[in-house]
């Protein structure tokens, strides 16, 4: 099975928009990209699928907005922890 991958970006103007996605070595390039830059990558193949159909540089439609925004959370709560972490280890 090829593998497949989308790159959002959330601005709080707004739905969450896709800049990036692909299948295959598109795929792999935007996970490597990720992994590099550091940002969490999560994998569900049901909403990658749906996500794959929304145009590049468009906004999620809302029928996604739920499970988006539950990867969204679980994403700022492991970015809050990793703060918090990092923060004790410095003082």
């Known amino acids: ?28 390039k935007i996970i ?5 830059e550091g940002i969490p990558i999560q994998k569900n193949e ?17 029928q996604l907005y739920r499970a988006v925004a539950e990867i969204l959370a679980f994403v700022y709560r492991l970015e809050k922890a990793k703060s918090h972490a990092s923060s004790l280890l410095h003082t």
């Not at 090829?2 to 692909?22: F, N, T």
């Not at 049901?46 to 468009?58: F, S």
């Open 46 to 62: 049901v909403l990658i699928e749906a996500l794959l159909q929304v145009e590049l540089t468009k906004e999620i439609p809302p």
């Open 1 to 28: 099975m090829k593998e497949k991958a989308a790159a959002l970006v959330y601005d709080q103007s707004g739905a969450p928009r896709i800049v990036a996605k692909g299948a295959g070595e598109v795929a792999r």
């Open 32 to 36: 490597d990209s990720a992994k590099a």
